[in-house]
Structures are given as structure tokens and as C-alpha cells.
């Protein structure tokens, strides 16, 4: 079982940057594989972008590929979603997932684990 505790929300203006961490317990956090989602309001929590156990492959929403970077440290037990040229429409309650087993990163079914979420505010 993996807790997950995330940081860095805000509020930004749009063009702006803001780096989201995603602090993890226990000590096999190496083996799972990472995902980010957001939720807006009145709307379903949607996929954002994953990685997998070692780092070495990412995957990204189309709406954010090129903008978003998601990254993981190992030794700091620790994944990061580095948010770049950020517009109004990112705006949401951004939520770490976790989950040991194969599966995909897509969908929230594809994730045990989940943090409380953290705010992004962007105006325009």
C-alpha cells in the first residue's frame, strides 16, 4: 500500500508555470507505475500524464503534450508534473495516482491509489 501527498498548487496567470509534487510512503515506491490526473469542476476526473516505474517512458493528454512534463525520483520516493505556458483550461483539482500492476495509464481504473489533490487556479 502507497500513500500519496500532493504539493504546489496555486494560483497563476495564464503563461505561466507551476511545478506540482507528488510525495509517496513506503518503500517499494519504485515499482509503481505514476499518473496525474484533474478534475474540474462539473466535470470527470481526466487523464493528464504517466509514467512508468523506472521513468522511462512517459505518456501525455493531447492537450498538454509539449506543455506538461512529468518526471519521478526514485530516491526522493517523489513524482512531479512540471506545468508550463499554462491557460484557463487547466484549471482543476490535480490528483496523484499510484497503482504496483500492469494496466493502463489512461483511465482512472488503472490506479489503486489516490492523493486528496491539489488546486491549480490559472486566470486569464
Known amino acids: 500500500q502507497v500513500q500519496l501527498v500532493e504539493s504546489g498548487g496555486g494560483f497563476v496567470q495564464a503563461g505561466g508555470s507551476l511545478r506540482l509534487s507528488c510525495a509517496a510512503s513506503g518503500s517499494t515506491f519504485s515499482s509503481y507505475r505514476m499518473g496525474w490526473f484533474r478534475q474540474a469542476p462539473g466535470k470527470e476526473r481526466a487523464f493528464v500524464a504517466g509514467?512508468?516505474?523506472?521513468?522511462?517512458?512517459?505518456y501525455y493528454a493531447d492537450s498538454v503534450k509539449g506543455r506538461f512534463t512529468i518526471s519521478r525520483d526514485n530516491a526522493k520516493n517523489t513524482v512531479y508534473l512540471q506545468m508550463n505556458s499554462l491557460k484557463p483550461e487547466d484549471t482543476a483539482v490535480y490528483y496523484c495516482?499510484?497503482?504496483?500492476?500492469?494496466?493502463?495509464?489512461?483511465?482512472?481504473?488503472?490506479?489503486?491509489?489516490w492523493g486528496q489533490g491539489t488546486q491549480v487556479t490559472v486566470s486569464s
Open positions: 495516482a499510484a497503482d504496483i500492476r500492469p494496466g493502463t495509464y489512461y483511465s482512472t481504473r488503472g490506479y489503486a491509489y
Open positions: 509514467i512508468s516505474w523506472s521513468g522511462g517512458r512517459t
